[in-house]
């Protein structure tokens, strides 16, 4: 049934073309109704627990959120429906499923060569690694940003009495 607009009953519509599964309204939902799912890109949205507070569609940074108001009386309104999937990301070293596969695509086409930290072929393979093997590739890397300046050279006593000339 379609209810006036601001009615406290509805749906979330998602441009599929838009939304980079960023989850941003997930972690705002106040009720709930947005949901991902830890195993995979994927926003689902369960009808009867939305409160049509526009929360969702204002923090969208692609502007993908649209609110319907109506009211579902069927059962449908109790299940999880999903609203914006995508083929997850293998990681190029040890093929751990994270990120969406068209996001990472377009973050390394625009970094890779381009930009100063992705400039050699082996940083701008990082962009395609999960965190442990991009952590790890950063610490055997030639320039690993963890590595200090050489330690110091332990002093011991011989040090000091080497020194000395009274004996």
Known sequence: LPLPENAPYGAVLVDKDACTLCLSCVSLCPSGALVDNPDMPQLRFQEDAC??????ANICPEAAITLEARLNLDDTAFNQVVLNEEEPFACIECGTLFGVKSTIDKITEKLAGKHS???????????QMCDNC????????TDNPFQGKERPRVRTTEDYFGKRRDH
């Open 51 to 56: 409160l049509q507070c526009g929360l969702c």
């Open 117 to 127: 930290m992705f400039a050699n072929p082996q940083a701008a393979k990082m962009i």
């Open 134 to 141: 991009r952590i790890n590739a950063q610490y055997h890397s």
